[in-house]
T-cell receptor, first 118, second 112 residues
Framework: GAVVSQHPSWVICKSGTSVKIECRSLDFQATTMFWYRQFPKQSLMLMATSNEGSKATYEQGVEKDKFLINHASLTLSTLTVTSAHPEDSSFYIC??????????????FGPGTRLTVL | KQEVTQIPAALSVPEGENLVLNCSFTDSAIYNLQWFRQDPGKGLTSLLLIQSSQREQTSGRLNASLDKSSGRSTLYIAASQPGDSATYLCAVRPNSGYALNFGKGTSLLVTP
C-alpha cells in the first residue's frame, strides 16, 4: 500500500508562535502534495497544492505568508503556521499523489495533525 | 464551483439494518468520486473509488453507485454493525486537476 505519515499528530501552542507540520510519503514518491484543513463538523477544505521544487498554489482566501509550504523533496512537504492564533486551531490533513500510475486515480491521505492554539 | 452535498447529516440505526447515504454534486464534469470513512479525530480511510465511466463499485458489505449525469452517488451499507459507526465523506475529483472537493459528511451511529 501507499503510506503517508504526518508529524506531529497533535500539537498545542501559545498564540503568536509558529508550528511546523510534516507530511511524508513513506513508500512512494509524490509529485504533488495537498494540504487540507477541517474545522469541527465541517468538510475538508483545500488550502494549497504543492509540487516538488516549486512554489505552492494557494486557494482563494488562504494567506500564503501565514501558511508557509515547502516541498523540498519527492517524499516530504511541510506546512508552517506562522504567528498562530486561536482561529487557526483545526485539523490539518495532507494527501499525496504518487509519481507512478497510481497518481492518475487517487491520492493517499495522512492521518492528520490536530493543532490547538491557546 | 463544485458543491458537494451529503444527506443526511447524521443517521442513527439499530444494528443489522441496511442503509443508504447520499451524495450530490453540482458539476458533472468529474474524473472520479470517492467515499471515505473518518473516525473521530482520525484521518481518512478510502472505502470505494468510482471512475466517471463506472456505475458502481463493491467492497464487502459496501456498494457505491454513481449517476454522473444527475450528479448523484449513493453508498449502500448492508447489515450494519456498531463498528461501522463513523463519519462518511464523499469527495469528487474534477476533470481538471487532482484536488478533491469534499462534502460535509454523514455521521453514522449504529447501535447494538
Amino acid at each position: 500500500g501507499a503510506v503517508v505519515s504526518q508529524h506531529p499528530s497533535w500539537v498545542i501552542c501559545k498564540s503568536g508562535t509558529s508550528v511546523k507540520i510534516e507530511c511524508r510519503s513513506l513508500d512512494f514518491q509524490a509529485t504533488t502534495m495537498f494540504w487540507y484543513r477541517q474545522f469541527p463538523k465541517q468538510s475538508l477544505m483545500l488550502m494549497a497544492t504543492s509540487n516538488e521544487g516549486s512554489k505552492a498554489t494557494y486557494e482563494q482566501g488562504v494567506e500564503k505568508d501565514k501558511f508557509l509550504i515547502n516541498h523540498a523533496s519527492l517524499t516530504l512537504s511541510t506546512l508552517t503556521v506562522t504567528s498562530a492564533h486561536p482561529e487557526d486551531s483545526s485539523f490539518y490533513i495532507c494527501s499525496a499523489r504518487a509519481l507512478d500510475s497510481r497518481g492518475d486515480n487517487e491520492q493517499f491521505f495522512g492521518p492528520g495533525t490536530r493543532l490547538t492554539v491557546l | 464551483k463544485q458543491e458537494v452535498t451529503q444527506i443526511p447529516a447524521a443517521l442513527s440505526v439499530p444494528e443489522g439494518e441496511n442503509l443508504v447515504l447520499n451524495c450530490s454534486f453540482t458539476d458533472s464534469a468529474i474524473y472520479n468520486l470517492q467515499w471515505f470513512r473518518q473516525d473521530p479525530g482520525k484521518g481518512l480511510t478510502s472505502l470505494l473509488l468510482i471512475q466517471s465511466s463506472q456505475r458502481e463499485q463493491t467492497s464487502g458489505r459496501l456498494n457505491a453507485s454513481l449517476d454522473k449525469s444527475s450528479g448523484r452517488s449513493t453508498l449502500y451499507i448492508a447489515a450494519s454493525q456498531p463498528g461501522d459507526s463513523a463519519t462518511y465523506l464523499c469527495a469528487v475529483r474534477p476533470n481538471s486537476g487532482y484536488a478533491l472537493n469534499f462534502g460535509k459528511g454523514t455521521s453514522l451511529l449504529v447501535t447494538p
